[in-house]
């Protein structure tokens, strides 16, 4: 059974201080991983999707990493606007129509 | 340009009590889902959509019905709500052109069964 587990639960950082939040999977081949930031009332929004195993995407102070058994979320002297709950998510090789695997999430609260 | 709508946002219902979400897309995609999401359990697939005309159980179907009403309109409906289904509801849309593989969801309907 595929499985998503995600850590910690929940992150707080002083502005400033960069960190990483982790995404373990298990998944019977890996079409794509997927994180998401979700902000309090709110649905997801997109972030990344990664492929394979050393792929590396960066936007603003975000970077995910890829590898056989998980992803980082690395956060470079975050900001507050940074805090939100960051979800990671894996679709099996054996899917073609989007049915995601969800992790429980990482909430990161920033601090000035 | 709105995406993904849903409504109604907020809802409270009694036990027994049945209801209908609704959500519409404007991104001309073919695949649409709904999900539910509960506190430390992540977001859980109860229905998809892979294309017009078609629907099939996710993870966690049992307790609603769905309906393709066309490519646009896909709807969630509760026969006979029950406290376990108090939860925050999510649409998505998957888009599958080339290059892109992203879920867009929209904004939540937030149920509670009393």
């Known amino acids: 059974e595929d499985q998503v587990t995600q850590s910690p639960e929940a992150l707080r950082l002083q502005e400033g201080e960069s960190s990483s939040l982790n995404c373990s999977y298990t998944?019977?081949?890996?079409?794509?991983l997927f994180w998401y930031r979700q902000d309090p009332g709110k649905g997801p929004e997109f972030l990344f999707t990664?492929?394979?195993a050393g792929e590396e995407k960066e936007k603003e102070r975000l970077k995910a990493t890829l590898t056989k058994k998980e992803s980082f979320l690395h956060i470079t002297a975050p900001k507050p606007e940074d805090s939100a709950t960051y979800l990671c998510?894996?679709?099996?090789?054996?899917?073609?129509?989007?049915?995601?695997?969800f992790g429980a999430g990482t909430q990161v609260v920033v601090t000035p | 340009n709105a995406g993904v709508t849903q409504t109604p946002k907020f809802q409270v219902l009694k036990t027994g009590q049945s209801m209908t979400l609704q959500c519409a897309q404007d991104?001309?995609?073919?695949?649409m889902y709904w999900y539910r999401q509960d506190p430390g359990m992540g977001l859980r697939l109860i229905y998809y959509?892979?294309?017009?005309?078609?629907?099939d159980k996710g993870e966690v179907p049992n307790g609603y019905n769905v309906s393709r009403l066309n490519k646009r309109e896909f709807s969630l409906r509760l026969e006979s709500a029950a406290p376990s289904q108090t939860s925050v509801y999510f649409c998505?849309?998957?888009?599958?052109?080339?290059?892109?593989?992203?879920?867009?969801f929209g904004a939540g309907s937030r149920l509670t069964v009393l």
């Open positions: 998510a894996v679709q099996a090789a054996t899917d073609s129509w989007g049915k995601l695997q």
């Open positions: 998944v019977s081949g890996l079409r794509g």
């Open positions: 990664l492929y394979s």
């Open positions: 991104m001309n995609h073919n695949s």
């Open positions: 959509s892979a294309s017009e005309g078609t629907t």
């Open positions: 998505a849309t998957w888009d599958r052109s080339l290059g892109a593989n992203v879920l867009t």
